[in-house]
């Protein structure tokens, strides 16, 4: 394949989003291009980033054909070289959309994709795209928060962020932390409560608004406690400092409400198992009054023996893969990027359960355990696409599987 020309523009005309987020694209040739910064059916020019025999990578230099979803990016941080947000040229109420289209086009070119080729995906309501991260990881530069440049690893001192809740946009404001690497923000936005969590240590230097609870991350290893609460589906919730939790209170609820709609009824008799549990967010929202939840977080697991406190539930703290299943009515699995897997699959599967919510944030692992349940006698019956991360690529999905 002959190197592509430097000296002149290479143009493209593009065909779909795929995983990641670039636009596909072809040379003359048949070579594939991906495109950071374009979108489906648009002309750009562009140029070249990385080149290899089968696929060329590049970025949009000028749009000379634009979809009807491009709009001008808002942020001003990300004008400036911020590396987040990076599909923030696409009309938000078009996104969704967008995020079917990638799910669909993974399994269309799954090596099976004769048998998933009828899934019915949808995408979810489109959320509100601004000011709904509620936890926010940022690097430090001269006691500054900011955010790493767009393929560098370089930070941009920023003076807000447009996709996290108001409070957190304050500490970005006007929170100084010297002698720190890095700094995470995590605010419950419908109890009031900030929690900062400071790497190395917490400096007697930070500048914090009054009431800001700021901790060391030497002080976590140490044994120190500390957490917030957050309201969910008219839930109290207690996450601590290591804790996950989604997006926001938001996403979470558009999250809880797919997996219900992918379930249908459950009522307080069913045998749920929470697999990869966390905090108990989907125990407690489904309301079975004995489920089951496994997970390995040790603060995840304390967590969630508070917010399950009036449940007779069975928390064990374990990875899902040593757990020995016991018989389900429904699992609901969450698991990691990382995906179910093999041996992740051969655990829910000897659960003998009926229905499945499998919650996939990584789409290569959504059609790969999908292919493994279907082997394991699980047929999925639909696909509901969460966007949960506004503005960004990342792809949050809700698959529906019965036993066939």
């Not at 269309?108 to 959320?127: E, T």
């Not at 030497?218 to 939790?245: N, Q, T, Y």
Request: charged share 25%.
């Amino acid at each position: 394949m002959d190197p592509v020309d430097s000296s002149s523009p290479l143009v493209i005309d593009t065909e779909r989003l795929v995983a990641g987020g670039a636009a596909l694209g072809h040379e003359p040739s048949g070579r594939v291009v991906l495109v950071d910064g374009a979108l489906p059916n648009e002309r750009v020019s562009v140029h070249v980033l990385d080149e290899r025999p089968r696929m060329v990578t590049a970025e949009v230099d000028a749009v000379l054909s634009a979809s009807p979803a491009r709009i001008e990016a808002p942020c001003a941080e990300l004008h400036r070289g911020c590396g987040g947000c990076d599909l923030q040229h696409a009309e938000p109420s078009a996104q969704p959309e967008l995020k079917a289209g990638i799910v669909a086009d993974s399994l269309a070119r799954s090596v099976r994709a004769g048998r998933l080729a009828d899934i019915p995906i949808v995408a979810g309501p489109a959320l509100d795209p601004w000011g709904y991260r509620t936890t926010v990881r940022c690097a430090v530069t001269d006691g500054r928060l900011g955010f790493h440049r767009r393929r560098s690893d370089d930070v941009l001192a920023v003076a807000g962020c447009p996709v996290a809740a108001e409070p957190i946009q304050e500490v970005l404001r006007t929170g100084r932390f010297p002698g720190a690497s890095e700094v995470t923000v995590r605010a419950g936005v419908r109890t009031g409560e900030l929690l900062v969590v400071v790497d190395p240590s917490a400096s007697d230097d930070a500048i914090v608004a009054h009431g800001v609870r700021v901790i060391g991350d030497d002080e976590l290893r140490a044994g120190r406690r500390a957490w917030f609460h957050e309201v969910v589906d008219g839930h109290r919730l207690r996450i601590s400092a290591r804790s996950f939790f989604q997006s926001g209170p938001v996403g979470a609820e558009a999250l809880i409400a797919a997996v219900r709609r992918g379930l249908g009824p459950i009522d307080e008799s069913t045998r749920l198992a929470d697999l990869y549990g966390g905090i108990g967010l989907f125990a407690v929202a489904l309301g079975t009054q004995r489920p089951v939840l496994v997970e390995r977080s040790a603060s995840s697991v304390a967590d969630a023996r508070v917010n399950l406190a009036d449940r007779d539930a069975t928390i064990v703290r374990s990875s899902v893969e040593r757990w020995s299943p016991k018989q389900m009515d429904v699992v609901v699995a969450d698991p990691a990027r990382a995906g179910l897997g093999r041996d992740g699959v051969a655990v829910v599967a000897d659960t003998h359960a009926e229905q499945i919510a499998l919650v996939s944030c990584d789409v290569a692992s959504l059609v790969r355990d999908v292919e493994l349940l279907a082997a394991a006698g699980y047929r999925a019956t639909g696909i509901e696409v969460v966007d949960m991360f506004p503005n960004t690529h990342h792809v949050e999905a809700v698959t529906s599987l019965v036993r066939a």
